[in-house]
């Protein structure tokens, strides 16, 4: 097997770029949402990027909305030092019956979403092609196919959206999927794919922080052995801060151990020049359920009022 050395010289090499501190960016504060089409203004973005900027070289953007394109403006029109990845997001083109919180939609709603992810791959596309200097990747999706996604894509639609963007654009171009999926359903994608993009998450699997590295290897390398001549990167690794028991016991969510895990993590990716992503910069109050320690709204570096967490305050 090929070592993940060798591995993510041959990103550097493909994308040109050194290994950097990577980190994913929402910028969505208290009463701002997507879903409701409330965005972040340029100025509120431009203070992200500037506190972003003391620590991270590169970073991950989840689609191509209006958030994404003041990014992309505010890096270009500041003169901002970032690598972005760029990605889409994909609505469900099936339904899926594993989806533990219900997955299920009509013909009608199929078609719509099928639509939609079309019209988000032309943004992603317009928008890579303007960026050029800053989009050093895009991603096709973000944890579409992997068995629980209320978004499920078939592989056959990522394949055909792959190519559709690599015939349009020079950027590389990967998917954002947890581990799994890697190791079986995805390899008629990884043949299309520029390099593999994993997520893994110790603390969502049960793990404590004293075997979370080695299951963090493990899930790397776990991938690596099935494709060992395709470039891996980790586009999401964090832990998260509060819990309210839901799918994270409360014990495994605190400051103090989100400041343990990244720690290693760093060390660990940094001296074998895996490029990763932590997950994430900012805590964000939109997502998940509407109790106040669901862990979904918990995962950022730093609060949603942008006071760094203990991870920060020992950086």
């Not at 776990?222 to 832990?239: D, F, M, N, R």
Request: with cysteine; aromatic share 10%.
């Amino acid at each position: 097997m090929q070592s993940s050395l060798t591995t993510q010289s041959s990103i550097e090499k493909l994308t040109g770029l050194k290994h950097g501190n990577s980190i994913c960016y929402s910028g969505y504060r208290e009463g701002q949402d997507p879903r409701l089409g409330i965005f972040p203004s340029y100025a509120q973005v431009k203070e992200d990027l500037l506190l972003l900027a003391d620590n991270w070289s590169y970073l991950r953007l989840y689609d191509c909305s209006k958030h994404a394109e003041t990014v992309l403006s505010v890096i270009e029109t500041e003169k901002l030092d970032f690598h972005i990845m760029l990605g889409v997001d994909m609505a469900a083109e099936v339904s899926n019956p594993n989806c533990p919180w219900g997955a299920h939609f009509d013909d009608e709603k199929l078609m719509e979403n099928k639509r939609h992810n079309s019209d988000e791959i032309d943004r992603l596309i317009a928008l890579a092609a303007h960026y050029p200097k800053s989009v050093f990747s895009v991603s096709v999706g973000n944890e579409a196919s992997v068995e629980w996604t209320d978004h499920m894509v078939p592989v056959d639609s990522l394949v055909n959206y792959v190519q559709r963007i690599k015939a349009n654009i020079a950027q590389p171009v990967t998917f954002c999927e947890n581990y799994v999926p890697w190791t079986n359903k995805l390899a008629p994608l990884v043949a299309e794919l520029d390099f593999i993009s994993i997520h893994t998450y110790p603390v969502w699997e049960y793990q404590n922080i004293d075997n979370a590295l080695e299951y963090t290897k493990n899930n790397y390398n776990q991938v690596l052995a099935c494709h060992p001549h395709k470039p891996i990167v980790i586009t999401e690794a964090g832990w998260t801060t509060q819990s309210n028991g839901q799918g994270i016991e409360s014990w495994n969510a605190s400051e103090a151990l989100q400041t343990a895990y990244y720690a290693q993590l760093l060390e660990w990716t940094t001296k074998e020049r895996i490029l990763t992503f932590v997950f994430e910069a900012f805590d964000e109050p939109w997502k998940g359920s509407d109790d106040p320690q669901e862990p979904e709204k918990h995962w950022g570096l730093f609060k949603v009022d942008r006071k760094p967490k203990q991870v920060m305050q020992e950086a």
